[in-house]
């Protein structure tokens, strides 16, 4: 191809816009001469006939510096994506690296924030002082106005040897009637050395209030402050029963105390109030048996003294059973010389009166030596009007729980009859033996009268029921003590048995009403036998089912 031709061809394309030389790879300063163009013949590309129009190649040095062109546009376009790819995982892993140690510092923090909240619940003074502090100005039981006990118990010493940590190597049961001054004297002892390393708590029924009692006494949340919630984790509290929560409460504070006996050199005091509360089931023995295992391990190693405080016999019953390191302290009621001299010194300091001492000894004879009963009668204006109040209430309780209805009762009451009657029955064996008692004159004369007991075995026997002891002590009508002797469960009640036995026509009422129980059982035993279609006349009926016989029914010969 001529120049001429191919100068025609360029000056013809050089008046096209810039989209040309786009399409050809250049920029519009380029010169143009540099350009050659070749049309090629019938046989290009293999095929047949003259060059196709609009077919233009690249020759020479041109073609290189295109190739490497594009070379260069491909790395160019691939580049920004690996390093956008590069960057993206960088930042991932160190996103990945820094949420698993902020979370690892932070469970750490959290394990140690636990146990520095759980060793400051240990220190001195507790929530129950405080308490006891704002209602100095009710009535107590041991502790008056001035804050100074106006009646000294013998257990007193070794309380606060318990709770001061002197006495170790055991754990303690603490039992005894209602209104005996055993929560008056823990608090008494905890006021000594100011609450230090001592927690005490009230016992429920319910596990889920038994183990928020027990997290506020030891400052102890149960993971519900954890905030692994917060990302969609779950909690370590979640799907947990509350004696796993407990368990686990216990795992922190066997920790506080091993920190606490290599810096103190003594042991935790944990009291847990009312235990009575818990239900005799399930549920409630396994709490029991909870505590006493790590009661046990812990009065073995001087790290933990667990104190139980109960009103009734069937904790004991209960822990006995496997039972190693227990101590058990009962608390019973002031003896009369004790009594009566604490009760002349009260009047005599604050009602600038002393009475007679037949008048203390009749206070004595009526309400006995519980510290409940001689609060109220001390701090009243007339003492022997009190003391018949008590003694009417508390026969009021037993009429209203354990009365009897005699003969006439209707049979859907029969259940509730068998409780009242065994009750019945029992009291007037108790009765039976204090006229015994007072016969032989075996009264001690520090002691004043001494109420009538019975041996456990013996009073189910007399009630011909061993289920119903528990409830009747369960609702302060009798008691049992540790060494499992029944009586009343104070002089009042006692007072009040012997009044109902004394009226007249009670033994007929309990009777008939004994009857009526048995007429009610027999016929729901007895099965009635009809037969119909007979003629008139005698038959005589043979046969034993019980035997496998068959009953027969013929008529006898004349």
Request: glycine share 8%; charged share 25%; with cysteine.
């Amino acid at each position: 191809m001529s120049s001429c031709f191919r100068s025609d061809i360029l000056n013809r394309y050089s008046q096209q816009n810039t989209i040309f030389y786009s399409f050809l790879g250049l920029n519009g300063t380029r010169s143009p001469t540099k350009i050659s163009f070749c049309l090629r013949s019938k046989r290009y590309a293999g095929g047949i006939g003259g060059p196709t129009p609009g077919q233009i190649q690249l020759q020479g040095e041109d073609a290189n510096e295109s190739t490497q062109t594009e070379r260069r546009k491909t790395r160019l376009t691939w580049s920004p994506t690996l390093f956008k790819m590069f960057e993206s995982a960088a930042t991932t892993l160190a996103s990945i690296l820094v949420l698993g140690l902020a979370g690892y510092g932070y469970h750490r923090y959290y394990k140690y924030l636990v146990l520095k909240k759980m060793t400051k619940a240990f220190e001195p003074g507790d929530p129950v002082l405080e308490l006891a502090a704002l209602g100095r100005g009710v009535p107590s039981t041991v502790l008056e106005e001035d804050d100074q006990p106006w009646i000294r118990k013998v257990e007193q010493l070794k309380i606060d040897q318990i709770v001061s940590g002197t006495h170790r190597g055991h754990y303690h049961l603490i039992i005894g009637e209602k209104g005996t001054g055993k929560s008056s004297m823990l608090l008494d002892a905890m006021q000594k050395v100011g609450g230090e390393g001592i927690s005490m708590f009230e016992a429920h029924a319910d596990l889920e209030i038994f183990r928020i009692r027990l997290g506020k006494a030891l400052d102890y949340e149960f993971h519900e402050d954890y905030i692994g919630s917060l990302f969609s984790i779950k909690g370590p509290r979640e799907g947990n029963t509350a004696l796993l929560d407990i368990e686990r409460a216990f795992n922190k504070l066997e920790k506080v105390a091993l920190r606490r006996r290599e810096i103190v050199g003594k042991p935790l005091v944990l009291i847990i109030n009312s235990t009575h509360l818990l239900r005799d089931d399930e549920d409630g023995r396994d709490l029991l048996e909870l505590i006493q295992q790590r009661a046990e391990q812990w009065a073995a190693s001087n790290l933990v003294t667990v104190v139980f405080n109960s009103d009734d016999y069937w904790v004991y019953e209960r822990l006995k059973q496997y039972s190693t390191r227990m101590d058990v302290l009962p608390v019973l009621d002031l003896p009369k010389d004790q009594a009566v001299s604490a009760l002349r010194q009260y009047r005599v300091r604050n009602f600038k009166e002393e009475p007679s001492t037949q008048v203390l000894e009749e206070i004595f004879n009526r309400v006995g030596g519980r510290l409940t009963f001689l609060n109220r009668v001390a701090k009243s204006v007339d003492m022997l009007e009190t003391c018949d109040h008590i003694c009417g209430t508390e026969k009021t309780w037993f009429l209203n729980k354990c009365w009897i209805l005699g003969e006439d009762m209707d049979d859907d009451v029969m259940d509730q009859q068998k409780y009242a009657a065994a009750a019945m029955l029992l009291a007037k064996a108790l009765v039976d033996q204090e006229k015994e008692i007072l016969g032989k004159g075996t009264n001690h004369p520090g002691q004043g009268q001494l109420l009538p007991q019975l041996p456990l075995h013996k009073a189910r026997e007399i009630m011909t029921r061993a289920d119903f002891i528990r409830s009747y002590d369960h609702i302060n009508i009798f008691t049992i003590d540790a060494q499992a002797m029944v009586r009343a469960d104070s002089v009042p009640m006692q007072r009040a048995f012997r009044q109902i036995c004394s009226e007249p026509g009670f033994g007929e009422h309990l009777q008939a009403t004994l009857d009526r129980i048995s007429a009610i059982e027999s016929l729901g035993r007895t099965r009635e036998l009809v037969a119909k279609d007979l003629i008139a006349g005698q038959y005589k009926i043979s046969g034993r089912s019980d035997r496998g016989e068959g009953i027969t029914v013929e008529i006898p010969p004349a």
